[in-house]
């Protein structure tokens, strides 16, 4: 069993920043691929960025330039640099981990319920 559990939500007024973080625990694979989606009530999930076990990332069109993820593999931390905020970006934040997939492949597929395993989410509100 794989658990996430993100955090470093909140609230944020516009052009602010957050940097929402996942702790992963439980089984750890040398090829894992982790990610960044993100769910609006009464819409589409959003896939929004990965990286792969090589470092490899791949990003949304939307939100190259604004978003960043990067990981700390000692401590098995996924995190999310999100600048320039605006209140579209309100939703709740979720992690996603999947294995012997690459960041491209990875971006597409995150937001499916198939693609391995998903933390509950922090919400982030902007205003």
């Known amino acids: 069993q794989v658990q996430l559990v993100e955090s470093g939500g909140g609230s944020v007024q516009a052009g602010g920043s957050l940097r929402p973080s996942c702790a992963a625990s439980g089984r750890t694979y040398s090829k894992w691929c982790m990610g960044w989606f993100r769910q609006i009530s009464g819409k589409e999930r959003e896939g929004l960025a990965t990286i792969d076990s090589r470092g490899i990332t791949a990003y949304a069109d939307s939100e190259k330039g604004r978003f960043t993820i990067s990981k700390d593999n000692a401590k098995n931390i996924l995190y999310l640099q999100m600048d320039n905020l605006e209140p579209e970006d309100s939703a709740t934040y979720r992690c996603?981990?999947?294995?012997?997939?690459?960041?491209?492949?990875?971006?597409?597929?995150?937001?499916?319920?198939?693609?391995?395993?998903w933390g509950e989410g922090t919400q982030v509100t902007v205003s």
């Open positions: 996603a981990a999947s294995w012997d997939v690459t960041a491209i492949e990875a971006l597409g597929r995150i937001a499916d319920p198939a693609f391995g395993y």
